[in-house]
């Protein structure tokens, strides 16, 4: 079983950036798809993003698209999440996942998809 730890969260103004982290422990990583959620409150976790194991392809929400960046370090075993011109309805706890597939051909977007989670790091972003 894999390990997730998310960190990198905080408060910002809209406008702003933050970059998140998460680091994997405990299993392979370089084999199985990573992907970012959120959830905000009273509402169901969303899919935000997600890069392929050979790292050659991401797949983004309509609603992050050019603003949100996600990349991945297997030497780190770390992927990131970089959050530019953030808006108040970014607002959420992100999460981080890993795929349950190991070498998976097509892209996993769906929570279904994924079996192992981080435990969420808070973002707010004020207007």
């Known amino acids: 079983q894999v390990q997730l730890v998310e960190s990198g969260g905080g408060l910002v103004q809209a406008g702003g950036s933050l970059r998140l982290s998460c680091a994997a422990s405990?299993?392979?990583?370089?084999?199985?798809?990573m992907g970012w959620f959120r959830q905000a409150p009273g509402k169901e976790r969303e899919f935000v993003a997600v890069?392929?194991?050979?790292?050659?392809?991401?797949y983004y929400a309509d609603s992050v698209k050019g603003r949100f960046t996600i990349s991945r370090d297997n030497a780190k075993n770390t992927v990131y999440l970089q959050m530019n011109s953030l808006k108040p309805e970014d607002t959420a706890v992100y999460y981080c996942?890993?795929?349950?597939?190991?070498?998976?051909?097509?892209?996993?977007?769906?929570?279904?998809?994924?079996?192992?989670w981080g435990q969420g790091t808070q973002v707010t972003v004020s207007s």
């Open positions: 996942a890993q795929d349950k597939k190991e070498w998976r051909r097509i892209l996993a977007v769906t929570t279904s998809d994924f079996g192992s």
């Open positions: 405990g299993r392979t990583f370089s084999s199985y798809h």
């Open positions: 890069i392929s194991w050979s790292h050659d392809n991401t």
